[in-house]
């Protein structure tokens, strides 16, 4: 099954060269072996933080409710994913155009352009590759989509009126006042993960 996943992946990488405008794709220079090699490396690095992060949220919650997972966030989510990237080696980050803390916000061009690849798998039903590599000059990213994937993730990204409880709201609002995190839905486009694999 990962085959079939990566083979699409190096086809639709192929066959989209005009909205990556001023960078080379991976496809264009690497072999097919070294991009599934690649394509593994990225799922594995961004799997393990994924899985330290939920983990973690997941005891705060059990500890002290969602306000304290939201304080535990705002203190410890960016030094937490930083130490998966130093232990594996490599640049690590977390981006989204609705981030929650001002430092996961999107300003490359490059890393825009991902967005919108992203964005248009997750509408593409029949698409179902939601990572991919992207090479710019010499240098290789990983981008993979990060989506509201448990109920746990609405009680601090969902709905203000219906999912998120009012303390949590407000503890929100404190630690980020300028939070666009918030009104997702199941399913939905959380964010991606980038790896500099070089």
């Given at each position: 099954?990962?085959?079939?996943?990566?083979?699409?992946?190096?086809?639709?990488?192929?066959?989209?060269?005009?909205?990556?405008?001023?960078?080379?794709?991976?496809?264009?220079?690497?072999?097919?072996?070294?991009?599934?090699?690649?394509?593994?490396?990225?799922?594995?690095?961004?799997?393990?933080?994924?899985?330290?992060?939920?983990?973690?949220?997941?005891?705060?919650?059990?500890?002290?409710?969602?306000?304290?997972?939201?304080?535990?966030?705002?203190?410890?989510?960016?030094?937490?994913?930083?130490?998966?990237?130093?232990?594996?080696?490599?640049?690590?980050?977390?981006?989204?155009?609705?981030?929650?803390?001002?430092?996961?916000?999107?300003?490359?061009?490059?890393?825009?352009?991902?967005?919108?690849?992203?964005?248009?798998?997750?509408?593409?039903?029949?698409?179902?590759?939601?990572?991919?590599?992207?090479?710019?000059?010499?240098?290789?990213?990983?981008?993979?989509?990060i989506t509201i994937a448990m109920p746990t993730c609405l009680k601090c990204h969902g709905d203000k009126e219906n999912d998120i409880a009012s303390e949590t709201l407000q503890k929100i609002q404190v630690q980020y006042p300028d939070d666009k995190a918030?009104?997702?839905?199941?399913?939905?486009?959380?964010?991606?993960?980038?790896?500099?694999?070089?």
């Open positions: 099954m990962k085959k079939y996943l990566f083979l699409i992946t190096i086809i639709t990488l192929s066959i989209v060269p005009s909205l990556f405008s001023g960078c080379q794709q991976a496809s264009n220079s690497i072999s097919n072996f070294n991009q599934n090699e690649l394509l593994i490396k990225g799922d594995s690095i961004t799997t393990s933080a994924q899985q330290v992060l939920l983990r973690r949220v997941a005891e705060k919650i059990q500890l002290s409710g969602t306000t304290g997972a939201v304080e535990y966030c705002n203190e410890q989510a960016i030094p937490l994913t930083d130490s998966v990237a130093q232990h594996f080696g490599y640049i690590l980050s977390r981006l989204s155009i609705k981030n929650r803390n001002p430092k996961n916000a999107i300003h490359l061009s490059e890393d825009k352009n991902a967005w919108t690849e992203i964005e248009k798998r997750m509408q593409d039903e029949n698409d179902i590759t939601k990572h991919f590599i992207i090479q710019y000059n010499n240098d290789l990213y990983y981008y993979k989509a918030t009104g997702y839905k199941m399913g939905d486009l959380r964010g991606m993960w980038k790896v500099k694999l070089n």
